[in-house]
Each structure stands twice: as structure tokens, then as C-alpha cells.
């Protein structure tokens, strides 16, 4: 990692530092420098006064004087009067001396009694410093001059300036030094920090962040490890929110499109591809795009305009009869409209059970209806003076009776058939004997044989004996079977058979299915009702088992056939667990195969 920060913290002490100290020793020289000026000032001016009180008034030449007050002072002496003229000089002849009163020091005296200059000395290379007071005797005004070489401030200050460099110096180094290990400590706090972001971000939310700084650093490192954890969190409820969703729009059965206001599609679930036969992904896409569909186009549009949810029914007839609810509602995101929500419900099953209940009731009607007209008009008819007709009368009533035990058929098959359904008759499985069973279908339906010719005949795989199934149930379904191959039989007769088999490979389909699952079979008896009448065209096997349903409806009324015989055998086997499925041949034969899975 670059320590950029480490270096541009260094870099900023090594910058500042120096200034800092730079600055403090010019300040300090000039302020020490100063000082002893001031001072210097201060004792020249009274050493001054007390020459001036001594000054003799009327002689001219003072040299000796100033010399004398020299060795006591030590600073140079210079006595001038009013007109520059020097009268007296303690380092130089005052005869020789050029006239002073253009001299600063003296113009200031002049104003104001007490002036002062420092100007360089071209006779000993120094620095002087002048101090001159105005002497008043009498009428003549004369004045006194003192100057002090500055070498010796400049010797003080260098000495001075020394000791703060040196000070300085050594403060720079500590100040460096402790500056150096607090920027360490504080780059190497944010990198620990920084890396911890990057590890973050990447997604490792299982580190933790320690760091050995104390104080807002210490803080900012506690506050971003609790985000960390409590992003962490977030992240961990969101993933489980988001999971819940898929699992919930993977698991409905109802199909599911959202859309922004411009008909894109945003997400749908997988029932949507079965329902509408679609194997690619529509997100993104348009809904006429992707489904076909004009009318969801206008729908969604109003929705966008009017805010309004709405239903409505839509059929999908190019990929295989199927019926649709749809509901399309709008959603909001903070109160703005973001799109429309669609749920397709699959209502093709209520379709089909409502065109069924239409045809039951219709076929209910139509079968009860003419037995009803035959027995009423008869029953009319005897009443009208028939009755006194014994050979007619004696026919209405055989016609009467036989309608209203066709009529009691019906009513007992729709009663049985309700019960089945609603649970009533419930499945008692015991050990039967199939020899037994087929006997006792054989003796009821003898006689209806022989009065067409027909045989009865059965073939039980010697090893079966036995089979799981309800006596009476089993015996009922026989009795509807063999019964309805004696009614479509000629000639020839029907055969009971009992063999062994494998479950699920009695169709092409379940073959296909088995294959694909790799699933085991399970080992099933299997019983043939099989019959040499006259068939059934293809046609119709798919919809046999449907109440009230006759491939020849004409000749199933003569032969009093009320078409729910099949109906009540498809739930009795289904009831057992057991698996149907017919085979024929028009004009020749008809198969009906029961597979009873061995338990």
C-alpha cells in the first residue's frame, strides 16, 4: 500500500517545522536587538545628564574633558554648540571635525531635547549607536553626544541567535521525531482502516476492525465495524427477503408480471412460461413481444391512466384450450406510479367443471325427463278409461314399470356416484379371492348372457390367488364392466383375465416418463375385462368415463343404459388406487385393463 498519507504528513512537518523556527529566531533576534538598544538608550541618557551637569560653560576646546569622562564611561564623547561647531571630542582632535549639525542624532535633540540615530562608522567598521540631549546654559544652547559601538550587540545577539538555533534545532528534531511516530501511528490506523473498507466492500463481512489508537480514530474505527456488522445484517435480511420472494413467485401457481408504465415486462415468474408455453426469458421485453396478447396491452395501458385495478378473462386457444383471470392493478413507489402488477389465474378447470355441471344438468334433465313423459302420459292415459283395456292397460303398466326402474336406476347411480365423490363410501381393503369374486359376477350376469348366446369365461395366472381390494367395490366394477360388454357384445362372449404386470408402463406416456425419471417400477395384478363386440372408434375412448356419456346414445337408451355405469367404475378404481385404461378395436373388441399395484 502507498503510504501517501504517511509522506504528505512528513512532508508538512518538514515544511512547517523549519518556518516555524525560522521565523522565531528573527523574531527573537530583533526583539533582543531591540531590547538592548532600548536599554542602551536608557543608560547613555542618564550618563549623559550627569556629563552635561559637569560641562565647564565658557572653555572652547573640551577634548580633554570628553576624554577624561571616556575613560569613566566608556563611550565616546562629543560636546557640540548651537552651530554644529564640535568643542570637544574624546576619540578625535574637535578642531579637525566636520560640523555636526546636520548630524541626526542632533536634529532629533533639537526638536525635542533627546535624539538618537545608528549609522555606520567608516573609521572603525562598526555599527554606532548616537545619543545626543540638548544642554541649555544660559543663552547657549549646546550638545552632548555619546556613541557606543554595537559590535557587542551583534556579538550578544549571534551568541543568542546560536542558542536558539541549536534550540531549534534539537526542538525541530524532537517535534520531527514525535511528529514522525504520531503520523506513523495515525497512517497506520487509517490504513487498517481502509483495508477493512476494501475487505467490506468485497463482501467479508466476518473480519472485525481492532485498532490500538485511542480516541476519534479509535471511535471512527468502533463506528465503521458496527456498520460493517450491521450492514452485514441488512445484507443477510435482504438476501433472505429476496430469497422468500423467489421462493414464493417460484412456487405459485397463478402467473406473475410486473411492468413499468410502458408495457416492459420487469419480472414474472416461471408459471407464466407454462401457462403462455414460453422457454426463454422475458424481462425486458414488451408484453405483445412476449406474450402475443393485444388486449393485455389496452388493459395495462388504462391501468397507467386511470390508477384503477381491473379483471377480466382471456382465452388462450393457440397453444391448447385454456382460460385466464387476470387482474392488472397498479403499483406505487412513494406515491409515484412505477407500473402495473398482472396475475393470471388459470380458471380452465372452473371452465371445464362449469361446462360440465351445464352438460350434468342438461343430460340429468333429458334422462329423467323421458321416463318421467313416459310414465306420466301412460299414467294418463289409464286414467282417461285404458284401465278398463286389460290387455293394454296391462302393456302401460309394464311400460310404466320398466321406466320407473330405469328411472330408479338412474337415481341409485347418481346417488352411488355422489357418495363416492363426496367420501361417503369409503375403501375397505381385505384379502379377496379373484376365483370367488369373478364366480359371483359370473352368477349374476349368467342369465343375461345366455339369453344373447354369450359365454363367460376366465383365466387366472395360477399363481395369484388373492388381491388387496374392497369385495363389494371390486365386485361392483366387475358387474359394470362384464355387463356393459354383454349389452355392445353379438357374438362370442366376454373373458376375465388375472395376470401379472409392471405399474406405470400400461401407456406410451407413462413409458416415456419412466424413462426420463429413471423411477423403479412396482409390481401390479392386472385385470382384463375383455370382450368380442363391437368396439369403440377411437374417438370417443378419451371422453368414456364422462357421466352420461354414450359413444351410440340411441342404443344405449334401448339397451337402458343410464351412460354413468363407467363413470361410477373410473372413481371406484380410483377410490382402490388403482389405475384404468381402455383398448379397442371398432368392430371387433374392447379392453378395459385395471392395475392393482401390490402392496
Known sequence: MKRVLFRRILLLYLIIAPLFFISLELYL??????????????????????????????????????????????????????SGRVLGDSDEPSVKMDNHLNRPEIKDALISDVGSSIRFSKTIQVDLFYLAIAINQGEDKRFLRLSMPLHGIEKAANKIRLRIVIASLAALFIVILIGLLQSRSITKSVEEITAFSKEVAAGNFRRRLFLKEKGELAELGRNISDMAQELNIRL???????????????????????????????????????????????????????????????????????GEATSFEIELAYLKEAYLMVTAAPFFVKDNLSGVVLT????????????IRKDFVANVSH????????????????????????????????????????????????LTLSRIELGDITIQKTDVNLDDIFNTVFATLRDKAGNKGLYLKKEISPEIKNIKADRDRLIQILLNLVDNGIKFTEE????????????????????????????????????????????IPKKHLSRLGERFYRVDSARSRELGSTGLGLAIVKHLVKAHGWEMKIESTEGHSTIVHLFCPIV
Open 492 to 535: 362370442g362372449g366376454i373373458t376375465l383375465k388375472v395376470k401379472n404386470a409392471e405399474c406405470g408402463m400400461q401407456n406410451e406416456e407413462k413409458k416415456i416418463d419412466t424413462q426420463k425419471t429413471s423411477s423403479p417400477t412396482r409390481n401390479c395384478i392386472e385385470i382384463l375385462v375383455e370382450d368380442t363386440g363391437i368396439g
Open 236 to 306: 443477510k435480511q435482504s438476501e433472505e427477503e429476496k430469497l422468500k420472494m423467489e421462493a414464493i413467485l417460484r412456487n405459485m401457481s397463478d402467473g406473475l408480471i410486473l411492468t413499468d408504465t410502458n408495457g416492459i415486462i420487469i419480472l414474472s415468474n416461471p408459471a407464466i412460461m407454462n401457462m403462455f408455453g414460453i422457454d426463454s426469458n422475458i424481462e425486458g421485453k414488451t408484453l405483445m413481444e412476449a406474450l402475443r396478447k393485444a388486449e393485455l396491452i389496452d388493459v395495462t395501458s388504462r391501468v397507467v391512466e386511470s
Open 29 to 82: 533576534s530583533s526583539v533582543i536587538k531591540d531590547t538592548y538598544i532600548s536599554n542602551l538608550k536608557e543608560s547613555l541618557i542618564i550618563q549623559a545628564r550627569l556629563i552635561a551637569g559637569q560641562i565647564p560653560s565658557f572653555a572652547t576646546n573640551l577634548d580633554n574633558f570628553c576624554k577624561r569622562f571616556k575613560e569613566n564611561t566608556g563611550a565616546r564623547i562629543t560636546i557640540i554648540d548651537s
Open 344 to 355: 393470471f389465474h388459470d380458471i380452465t378447470r372452473l371452465k371445464k367443471l362449469e361446462n
Open 367 to 414: 334422462e329423467i325427463k323421458t321416463p318421467i313423459t313416459a310414465i306420466k302420459g301412460f299414467a294418463e292415459t289409464l286414467l282417461e278409461g285404458a284401465i278398463d283395456d286389460r290387455e293394454n292397460a296391462f302393456k302401460f303398466l309394464e311400460t310404466i314399470k320398466n321406466h320407473s326402474e330405469r328411472l330408479n336406476s338412474l337415481v341409485s347411480d347418481l
